[in-house]
């Protein structure tokens, strides 16, 4: 990265600044290599006791983490909001309260989740065969998160380790390092036993050191560019990955469609976060006859939002994290400018937000307002280049279709399928487009915020990810599936044992045309072979006896 634009970092430490005002939020020591490897070490060893650690005990832990939550939900959200300049609301919006409801969820239901599961093994059940899935936790799992956001990504992530009964070591961004620790903090607070969940606090740096100190399982959220690199570097140790990448999700508004709960749904779609959300509307296809009045609804309505630092409770649009995040989003409006789309409105940095604090901190840091207004933009096109890379930035570029056909191609033209949302008032075609869509999560007259929904999995196609998070499916990623197969009537020999003869090879070519075929009416067949078969393997073994 271009140290010009690296926040508060020198060689020993990571500072913390607020990006709405420039104010110092904290500082920490940076971990170095040799710290990551001694604090994973710790984690293993940890993992011997936690694991065998009833569920009913972990569901305690986890539950009074909650309360601690609880206990201090404003300060929290202003930790959020202070360190990624999101507004204080939707801190508890959009961070806190999702991951709330994800802590009770796993807590009462994960037992049963995962509880050994019986498996149907058809005919292999007429021999007096049991097969059973029995569920084992993995060990160290590493959580890599971005910092858009801080709070909801890892803890989430982190509850579900804990509860599947694996010890966890976060890796917080640059960005965010004090939320991060407010995590580990509100573990101890519940009293989870020491370094069941750790921290560690750097830079990208600290974030390889964990990749190379050979955890059991990464859970990575991040751009495209260092998914890859994890993976490449998790590959040494065969490190299993999951990735949860950049999106470009599309929104599909048909002309049938309720407008104006689509236009609110847009804007909040796309300006929340100030757009730095994985799964913010990156593309509005709208159908031709209606794509005047649902643009001039949300450039009204993307008026009406008051922009400002996030601790103000009347502010929808806070501060974007980073300089190097706002040069993203400049340089892709302007590259929708030369392209010859058209700012309906915003299009630039908002200068006109007042200081209010750090002065001083702010001139050094920041070299100019970190604020950018959100912006509406009509007439793009899939050709545009900013159409195709993510922008994570509050822009909101609208293009037409003319048939459903059309929509579907146009949304599905993306290296990524983060999610994508379809609205009509003709529920059949919206399901009918949402299963064509190439997306992890599908929305039907709603967006974005399945994100929150804990109770259901959570993950990218194409370019935007590998694996879950979140529901049965996420819970499976941190466990590792042992299948046992017991034989409760251990008394003859299998058939498919040695020693072979022509008995046996004639036996085999039963199994292969009766047995396999499913069908106990067909395997009925082959029973007077198989007693020849068994016949032959018990007699060997009385002649063996003898001899
Ligand atoms: P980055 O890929 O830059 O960073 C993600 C995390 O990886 C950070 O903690 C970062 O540390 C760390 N990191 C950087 N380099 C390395 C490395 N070589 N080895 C190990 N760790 C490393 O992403 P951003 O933080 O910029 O996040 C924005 C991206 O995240 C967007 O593309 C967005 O779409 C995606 N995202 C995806 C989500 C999903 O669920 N699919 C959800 C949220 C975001 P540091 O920050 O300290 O450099």
Redesign the pocket.
Known sequence: MNPALTLGRNEEELISYDPATGAEVGRIQIDSPGDVRAVLARSRQAFGMWKTTSFSERRRLVMKAREAILAEIDGIAKLISSESGKPFGEAIAMEIAPVLDLMQYFARNGEKMLRPAKIGIGLYALLGRTSKIVYHPLGVVAI??????PFS?PLGEAVMSVMAGNTVVI?????TPMTGLKIGEIFAKAGLPQDVVQIVT???ET??A??EAAPDKIM????????K??SA?AARNLTSVVL????KDPMIVFEDANLELAAGAAVWGAFCNSGQ??SSVERLYVQESVADRLTKMIVEKTRELKQGPGDLEDVSIGAMSSERQMQIVEDHVEAFREAGAKIEIGGKRNAEIPLRSAGGDRERNFRRPLFYQPTVISGATNDMRAMRE?T?GPTLPIATFKTEEEAITLANDSEFG?TASVWTRDYSKGRRVAERIEAGSVCVNEVLYT?GIGQTP?G?FKN??RGRTHGHAGLMELVQPQHMHVNRIAILPDAWWMPYSPVAVETFRGFAKYFASGSLRKTAILLPQLQKRIRELLKGKEDGTRS
């Open positions: 890599i998160p971005a910092w858009n956001y990504i890796k917080p961004s640059e960005l750097g830079a990208g974030g390889a964990l990749v990575f959220t991040g751009s495209v560019a260092t998914g690199k994890i570097a949860e990448l950049g999106g959300s994985c993510e994570f983060l994100h959570w990218g935007s990810g």
